[in-house]
């Protein structure tokens, strides 16, 4: 049966997923669910609770929740590239779980105001977004990644911001290079990383994507 | 100097998730009890992106966020493992873990924090919709054991078991049971025994005080305007 995810392209929830699959070698059936079209039987059968994607299948078993996926992905497949630093240093695992958790409830959580609302509300936005990327600037310091030499759990987390960066400074009004280079610079670092480069569409297509739902919703 | 210290509140339930574990693993600690309305200078030091409890400090190095350290707790201690050992059984206790925090505990707060009779009545829909699907989840990863974790307490149990102080003071505030035995008999069953578990019993805290403490909280949310 194998390994199967079911997401879209755009999703940088998926797009993790992807980066994570791709970093330990694992082949994989990549299954779309389109967003804009709807919710296939497959999707609401792996995922009652929240119907949500991304989901990863393995061997007919789903796995839901991003984060949740990519603990289980370095679990189910330890041998190669592991995400996390080694068992025999517990702090620095737990650092990279709260850093990596930091990234959706201070970052993805939040981010999603700035294209999908407008004015006041998409200000407020982008500042706690730059607030915060500016924090995880600061936790990167003059590390190559996140994960030190190697490019681990942060890093795979937070690499789709590499898609999605151009529409958030479109919306947002801003520069990324301006407020955080040093993050700009890892993620081009991780850009030059085959897993990384194939996951991640163009931030030009996302940006038109984003324009697009923006009309959908009457934003525009 | 104490190797292993909890910073934390006698009410939280996110405090009692690391105190739990550590009851477990029988590791000594002392727990530093913030003062209601206040953050230690310790607190802001250890944890300042979030200046939250609780706050493990272990060798002066602290580990914050309730389940990440009970994860680290798991890490450090190798006897009475709180996560399974199977990846796809570790992949259902985060993701219930997660489902709990991210959308069962927001709807007991709101039951908590409900101040119209139609507002408590949607929060308790969503905590028996949530419930159900709990009694389901117990049903699969105990495999007729007592706890999600099996025989022995798991990090389920301790994402879930630590709101079941607030599950019994919110029952008694509202005079109905969440935690019915005709709705979901295994969680029921389930709650007593965590409760009883010698790991809880000395970090649960008593239903009478927090039911106290939950009606200061209310004066306190009536009375600040609209938000």
Redesign the interface.
């Known amino acids: 049966m194998g390994v199967d995810l079911l997401s879209y392209w755009v999703t940088p929830y998926g797009m993790r997923v992807q980066v994570a699959l791709a970093e330990k070698g694992v082949e994989y059936e990549f299954k779309e669910e389109n967003l804009l079209v709807g919710k296939s039987p497959l999707l609401l059968q792996s995922n009652p609770?929240h119907k949500k994607i991304p989901v990863l299948l393995?061997d007919g078993?789903p796995?839901?929740?991003s984060?949740?996926?990519l603990?289980?992905i370095d679990?189910?497949w330890p041998e190669t590239a592991p995400m996390l630093p080694p068992?025999a240093d517990?702090?620095a695992?737990?650092h990279a779980?709260?850093w990596a958790?930091?990234v959706d409830k201070k970052i993805m959580d939040g981010s999603v105001n700035i294209w999908k609302s407008n004015g006041e509300a998409a200000a407020e936005a982008a500042k706690a977004f730059i607030e915060s990327l500016k924090?995880l600037e600061g936790e990167l310091g003059e590390k190559k990644y996140f994960g030190g030499e190697g490019f681990g759990l942060v890093d795979i987390t937070l690499a789709p911001l590499m898609a999605w960066y151009y529409a958030y400074e479109k919306y947002g009004g801003f520069s990324m290079e301006a407020e955080v280079p040093k993050l700009m610079a890892w993620g081009k670092r991780c850009l030059e990383r085959e897993s990384v480069a194939k996951s991640l569409p163009e931030p030009e297509k996302v940006y038109v994507f984003v324009g697009q739902v923006r009309k959908m919703f009457g934003l525009e | 100097m104490a190797e292993v210290k909890v910073i934390g509140a006698w009410a939280s339930p996110f405090v009692m998730r690391p105190r739990v574990a550590l009851n477990l693993k029988k590791v000594e600690y002392e727990f530093l009890e913030e003062e209601f309305g206040k953050k230690s200078e310790l607190l802001l030091k250890s944890n300042p992106v979030y200046k939250k409890i609780p706050v493990l400090i272990h060798n002066d190095r602290p580990v914050c966020e309730s389940m990440i350290i009970v994860q680290y707790v798991d890490d450090v201690w190798s006897d009475a493992a709180i996560l399974p050992a199977d990846a796809y059984d570790r992949a259902l206790h985060r993701f219930w873990a997660v489902y709990i925090d991210d959308k069962w505990l927001p709807s007991l707060f709101g039951l908590a924090k409900a101040q119209t009779e139609e507002a408590k009545a949607e929060a308790v829909e969503q905590l028996f919709a949530g419930l159900k699907l709990l009694e389901e989840a117990f049903e699969k990863l105990s495999k007729g054991k007592g706890f999600f974790g099996g025989d022995s307490i798991g990090y389920l149990d301790i994402a879930l078991g630590s709101l079941v102080g607030w599950v019994r003071a919110m029952e008694k505030l509202n005079g109905f049971n969440l935690l019915d035995e005709a709705k979901t008999p295994l969680l029921a069953g389930w709650a007593e025994r965590f409760c009883a578990h010698e790991a809880v019993k000395g970090v649960m805290p008593e239903t009478e005080k927090l039911v106290e403490f939950a009606k200061v909280l209310q004066a306190k949310w009536r009375s600040t305007p609209a938000n």
């Open positions: 609770v393995h078993k796995v839901c929740e984060l949740v996926i603990s289980y679990e189910a068992a517990p702090l695992r737990a779980r709260f958790d930091f924090v």
